[in-house]
């Protein structure tokens, strides 16, 4: 029994799909991953200062944002603070002030905002932090965020994970349709001449 032969179009537009089908899971993710990563504890305008209540143990980021809009008003501040200023955190329980930890160069970039470290600090449980700041002439945005280093390796490896298999899995249906085709052509051409 003869198979006809799949036509070009056939061989093309189904690894066609099925790249297209992969890239829009692989982006999907991709997308649903930028939102766990943008979550903070809170952010607020200094001075005049704010609190926040952090939620999770663990390693979190201060962050100066050099450009955002915060209710209503759009905020722009250099790539650090003024010479002189200081942000303070302080444990609104305990009354003890959180250190920061020098975070060279940790830059972050979300649509238009943009923002930089000013280091990061590690909580052993949940905490009430009240954030100040000293020698700040002109207000700017900080907030806190866990460190989701772990998460955004993850999503790379997931992504690109995807989108490799979906390469891989597009080019080998490719291969094994126009193989498919050809002997199906051969095999008719053959039939011919008997």
């Known amino acids: ?73 759009a905020y722009e501040s250099g790539e650090r603070l003024e010479p002189g200023a200081k942000i303070l955190l302080t444990d609104e329980d305990t009354g003890d002030t959180i250190n920061l930890n020098p975070y060279a160069s940790a830059r972050k970039s979300l649509g238009s905002e943009r923002a930089i470290s000013l280091g990061t600090f590690e909580l052993l449980k949940p905490a009430r932090i009240s954030v100040l700041a000293t020698g700040v002439a002109n207000p700017v945005v900080v907030s806190i965020a866990p460190v989701k280093l772990e998460n955004v390796m993850k999503t790379i490896v997931q992504v690109g994970g995807i989108a490799a298999l979906t390469f891989f899995a597009s080019i080998m249906t490719l291969i094994i349709l126009l193989h498919r085709r050809q002997k199906a052509m051969q095999a008719e051409e053959q039939m011919h001449h008997e």
Request: glycine fraction near 12%; hydrophobic fraction near 45%.
């Open 1 to 73: 029994m003869n198979r006809r032969p799949l036509s070009l179009a056939v061989c093309l537009i189904v690894p066609f799909v099925i790249l297209v089908f992969g890239l829009g899971i692989a982006g999907w993710r991709g997308y649903e991953a930028s939102f766990e990563l943008r979550k903070e504890d809170g952010r607020g305008v200094v001075p005049p200062g704010f609190v926040v209540d952090v939620s999770e143990a663990g390693k979190h980021t201060l962050w100066l944002h050099t450009y955002t809009i915060f209710e209503g008003e």
